[in-house]
């Protein structure tokens, strides 16, 4: 069964930075590529970012360019986001997401607030 | 970037009501649509994927339609526990984008 947990999220001054990770489990986590989906407060669905398997290519929301880098070590099937220059906007439920081959699969997601 | 557009914002309806929600992409792509159902403080529940298959353990009163721009997802018998908000997405690209969200009640 796959599996994602978040990890990482807390309260953090604005200007601060924050480093999310994922866990993933239940599949071959090198051979698909991931994303961060967050969500803030009321608020709809807001993809983040994306990498590629090999994590040689990363895309980003506008908003977050700059600031916010995804990684992964897929030696250890772990997920991450760096989250540096945090502001009162970034508040929200950060989602590991993978893609699947047919389907995403979402974890439970990590708050972080900014305030 | 492909916008999704869903309609309508909020939707009323009684128990046992067809209800029908729709989206629609700024271009065409490949049907790699999503439709999720998310009640308050948890994590979105995926119910459609690839725009028709129905995802396993999810009630067949639920499905999906659609190709190129223009998606639907239909309730076709409104249960109390279908209030919640419903998300459509596509995943074609690799920037995601998903839909406003339709607040679904019962009346």
Known sequence: ?115 | DIQMTQSPSTLSAYVGDRVTITCRASQTFSSWLAWYQQKGGEAPKLLIYKASILETGVPSRFSGSGSGTDFTLTISSLQPDDVATYYCQQYDTYSWTFGQGTRVEIK
């Not at chain 1, 990482?8 to 961060?36: D, H, I």
């Not at chain 1, 983040?48 to 908003?63: F, L, P, T």
């Open chain 1, 1 to 115: 069964e796959v599996q994602l947990v978040e990890s990482g999220g807390g309260l953090v001054q604005p200007g601060g930075s924050l480093r999310l990770s994922c866990e993933a489990s239940g599949f071959t986590f090198s051979y698909y590529r991931m994303n961060w989906v967050r969500q803030a407060p009321g608020k709809g669905l807001e993809w983040v970012a994306n990498i590629k398997q090999d994590g040689n290519e990363r895309y980003y929301v506008d908003s977050v360019k700059g600031r916010f880098s995804i990684s992964r070590d897929n030696a250890k099937n772990l997920l991450f986001l760096q989250m540096n220059s945090l502001r009162d906007e970034d508040t929200g439920i950060y989602y590991c997401v993978l893609r699947g081959v047919s389907k995403p699969t979402w974890g439970q997601g990590t708050l972080v607030t900014v305030s």
